[in-house]
T-cell receptor, first 116, second 115 residues
């Protein structure tokens, strides 16, 4: 079975600090992708960053980086210089093939509060 | 700004009403998705369209009826819903095929309340 686990239901951080959101996964596949999405209270699901299982380097997108440790099956999201607007729910998801379609297995999410 | 647009943003409907949710994307994607999301939970996949054909139905009740008129549009027709169907409905799109790299992009969602 394929699973994604986010062990921190809630986190808080002070503005301008760096925060790490945890994501661990389990799969028997060798080819897979891991995604992070941000969901503010408005509801929009915003794509942040992804990492492929064969990618040699950790992904980086602006203030977001993904700390990918394949042997440990972890794909933590690192947000640097956190801002008040980073307060949101964050979901980790893993992509796998279902026939000719793509499905996502989701973690339960981490609610992040950035405090002034 | 998201390239997947959903209308309406908010919808309140009675249990005997018929309404529709609409979704449009202009990224050239040939796979489109409907997800349902309850508060503080991850999204749950409802339907997948691939090349305008329904390819996945996750055992969704027939009171939800999807439609894909063309490669850019996706509708979700709603009829005789129950209060427990109240949720955020997210539309998404992606490239088709077995390549896993393609990201699934979501719209802003439609908040549905059934009274």
């Amino acid at each position: 079975a394929q699973t994604v686990t986010q062990s921190q239901p809630e986190m808080s951080v002070q503005e301008a600090e760096t925060v790490t959101l945890s994501c661990t996964y389990d799969t028997s596949e060798s080819d897979y992708y891991l995604f992070w999405y941000k969901q503010p209270s408005s509801g929009e699901m915003i794509f942040l960053i992804y990492q492929g299982s064969y990618d040699q380097q950790n992904a980086t997108e602006g203030r977001y980086s993904l700390n990918f440790q394949k042997a440990r099956k972890s794909a933590n999201l690192v947000i640097s210089a956190s801002q008040l607007g980073d307060s949101a729910m964050y979901f980790c998801a893993m992509s796998f093939n279902a026939g000719n379609n793509r499905k996502l297995i989701w973690g339960l999410g981490t609610s992040l509060a950035v405090n002034p | 700004d998201t390239e997947v647009t959903q209308t309406p943003k908010h919808l309140v409907m009675g249990m005997t009403n018929k309404k529709s949710l609409k979704c449009e994307q202009h990224m050239g994607h040939r796979a489109m998705y409907w997800y349902k999301q309850k508060a503080k939970k991850p999204p749950e996949l409802m339907f997948v369209y691939s090349y305008e054909k329904l390819s996945i139905n996750e055992s969704v009740p027939s009171r939800f009826s999807p439609e894909c008129p063309n490669s850019s549009l996706l509708n979700l027709h709603l009829h005789a819903l129950q209060p427990e169907d109240s949720a955020l409905y997210l539309c998404a799109s992606s490239q088709v095929g077995t390549a896993l790299r393609g990201t699934i992009y979501f719209g802003e969602g439609s908040w549905l309340t059934v009274v």
